[in-house]
């Protein structure tokens, strides 16, 4: 099984700051990675596809980066509604969701 | 405008038997797979399993294997999620969602119900 780790699992940040998560897989996944959003008592929102492609309605401040085993998600400048918990998924071998990273206010 | 909607919350007694369900509008339900998802209280996101609703197949993690079973019946655009016999660590929240799949290679899970939440207590 692949394992998919996060990092950080959590950050404390102000709005207007540049935010960066990484995900790195325990072998190669080429760019088989998706970055979703999800907001305390709802599901979870795509945000990212094939590790670099934009969801459709996604704002371009988020950005998605890498290929193999290492990853990142990159939020430009963070605003209000940002503050959230985000998770990678891998989609090379069956599926695996890293632990996710929580995003919250400084 | 495509939905996914889910059954409501069950509470449940150990050893009791159950099945969720998940009815797709809005596409053409037999030709997405749908996977199943669960997000224990406080806790991150678990795949379960995947299921084609036009043929049937069906995929599970390897955790999942032998503890539920993933059905469908495209005939009601409905996917299902069934336990035979629950147990108290089943409490969770569970999401069905689209797997979508573009230029043949590149898939992502776009279309998520909002959940249906087990609560299994004695």
């Known amino acids: 099984a692949i394992l998919m780790t996060q990092s950080p699992s959590s950050l404390s940040a102000s709005v207007g700051d540049r935010v960066t998560i990484t995900c790195r897989a325990s072998q190669g996944i080429r760019n088989d990675l998706g970055w979703y959003q999800q907001k305390p008592g709802k599901a979870p929102k795509l945000l990212i596809y094939?590790?670099?492609s934009l969801q459709s309605g996604v704002p371009s401040r988020f950005s998605g980066s890498g290929s193999g085993t290492d990853f990142t998600l990159t939020i430009s400048s963070l605003q209000p509604e940002d503050f959230a918990t985000y998770y990678c998924l891998q989609d090379y071998n069956l599926w695996t969701f890293g632990q996710g990273t929580t995003v919250e206010i400084k | 405008e495509v939905q996914l909607v889910q059954s409501g919350a069950e509470v449940k007694k150990p050893g009791e038997s159950l099945r969720i369900s998940c009815k797709g509008s809005?596409?053409?339900?037999?030709?997405?797979?749908i996977a199943w998802v669960r997000q224990v209280p406080g806790k991150g996101l678990e795949w379960m399993g995947v299921?084609?609703?036009?043929?049937?197949?069906?995929t599970y993690s390897p955790s999942f294997q032998g503890q539920v079973t993933i059905s469908a019946d495209k005939s009601i655009s409905t996917a299902f999620l069934q336990w035979s016999s629950l147990k108290a660590s089943d409490t969770a929240m569970y999401y069905c969602v689209r797997r979508d799949v573009v230029r043949g290679i590149i898939e992502y899970f776009d279309y998520w119900g909002p959940g249906t939440l087990v609560t299994v207590s004695s």
């Open positions: 299921i084609y609703p036009g043929d049937s197949a069906t």
């Open positions: 094939g590790a670099s």
């Open positions: 809005g596409y053409t339900f037999a030709s997405y797979w």
